[in-house]
């Protein structure tokens, strides 16, 4: 039987490794860190009579994105990840067309990750779970072929706000937090 995740919920603990799923697919394992980002704008507050320096600051934006680095390239992660992808009944054959002018936010997908237990697999409990209802993949590296390298690919998923449930993201328990499940 596996090990539960080292910590008490998906923020804890001081080793951990994740798994991703997007739009309820598995994308496969990482090969480097997973890192979650928020951006923050900032704007400062200065008055003459107080100096030159920023007498408050004030946030005016925030946004997060999600950094993976995927090592498991096949059909289906790239029909999930880039929009121009379309594969065939078989999965083996795909197509790469022109996708443009078309909103991210509206063609947000939920966003799962995942907190791996000892034996490599996603944790069920929803504690090691942090949930993004609307994120939008965006592909941030090419495609390499070679003798020596280990095949990979950089996604950055950007997490938009939901405006319905109020969040970014979540983890543990939707109806513990006032959240739809």
Known sequence: MANAPIGANFWAGP?????IEYDNVDLGKTTADTELNPTFDIKDIVYQQDGT???????????????????????ELLEKVLDEVTVSAEGNSLKVGKSLYFSWRENAKQLEV????????????P?????APLAYPEVASGFVWGADTQR????NFHIFYDETEE?????GYASSLGLTP
């Open 127 to 131: 504690l090691y779970r942090m949930i």
């Open 167 to 171: 969040v970014f993201f979540y983890n």
């Open 53 to 75: 320096q920023y007498y408050n600051k004030i946030p005016t934006g925030a946004s997060w994105i999600l950094f993976c680095t995927f090592g498991e390239i096949d059909t």
């Open 114 to 125: 995942i907190r791996v237990e000892s034996d490599g697999q996603s944790s069920s409990d």
């Open 152 to 155: 990979n690919i950089q996604v």
């Open 15 to 19: 080793l951990g490794v994740v798994n």
